[in-house]
């Protein structure tokens, strides 16, 4: 079974993530997206890109924490490259504007997915966060963009707390683009999408790919730094620790760590 649904409506392509029960991402779940991206940019017909989560209350969970715990690091950094790069650069070649359309909880791996998007649209029960360095890794990724979109304190904030925010605090901090009712989240991306779609397409475009060339802020150099953070962060047995913790439902005991050592 796919672990997404892509439909093409009135020129709008919507691609709804269904990889239950949390939406987390792996391997397969992220080739699909990356395919999805790939046949709405290669479509004429297409105006512009919804993505969505098709599982109520929970937009993407981000990295799937049982199976990283589990994994060599060949294959943590084949999940990166996937996460990291190939969906960026998919989100890179776009012709057309993508909006990310989130509710329910949205979380580490799921924010680089939001973030990839050029506009968030957010339910106003959505909830926001960057737990990684409670589990012992790093959201290094987001060092790399977060900052430049709602500043470097804000931003060191997010990262090294951990803490969930609302997505009115997202939206006042620019992180969100528009804030919708639940019942209306939907209904609003897509009028959002529907006025994009009407705009000239060949100068549409034109304009998205200088506006993307425009605020690369030179990603793919400072990417690969990324990628080597997160590895070498996930082969610590702080990470060990807080990975078989969230795994097992349980406190961390970093305590324990510190006297093994």
């Not at 590895?231 to 970093?254: I, M, Y």
Request: aromatic share 6%; with cysteine.
């Amino acid at each position: 079974m796919s672990p997404l649904r892509y439909e093409v409506r009135d020129s709008i392509a919507e691609i709804h993530l269904c990889h239950a029960p949390v939406n987390a991402l792996d391997v397969g779940v992220l080739d699909a997206l990356i395919g999805a991206l790939d046949e709405a940019n290669a479509d004429p017909s297409v105006r512009a890109v919804l993505l969505a989560s098709g599982l109520p209350g929970r937009f993407c969970a981000g990295l799937d924490m049982k199976q990283l715990l589990q994994s060599t690091p060949a294959r943590v950094r084949e999940l990166l490259t996937r996460l990291y790069i190939k969906l960026y650069d998919a989100q890179f070649n776009l012709t057309k504007p993508s909006i990310s359309v989130v509710s329910g909880a949205v979380r580490g791996g799921g924010m680089t997915v939001a973030i990839s998007s050029d506009m968030i649209v957010a339910a106003d029960t959505a909830t926001f966060g960057y737990p990684e360095i409670d589990v012992g890794v790093l959201p290094a990724i987001h060092y790399v963009h977060l900052p430049a979109i709602v500043g470097k304190h804000r931003a060191f904030d997010l990262l090294f707390t951990g803490r969930t925010f609302d997505a009115h605090e997202a939206h006042a901090m620019g992180l969100v683009t528009r804030v919708a009712p639940e019942a209306e989240l939907l209904d609003q991306a897509r009028a959002l999408a529907r006025s994009l779609a009407d705009k000239p397409p060949e100068v549409l475009a034109m304009g998205r790919r200088a506006f993307v060339y425009s605020n690369d802020n030179e990603y793919r150099r400072r990417v690969a730094t990324a990628v080597e953070v997160f590895c070498n962060a996930a082969a610590t047995p702080e990470a060990h620790e807080g990975l078989s913790a969230f795994v097992q439902k349980r406190a961390p005991d970093w305590a324990s760590v510190a006297e093994a050592r």
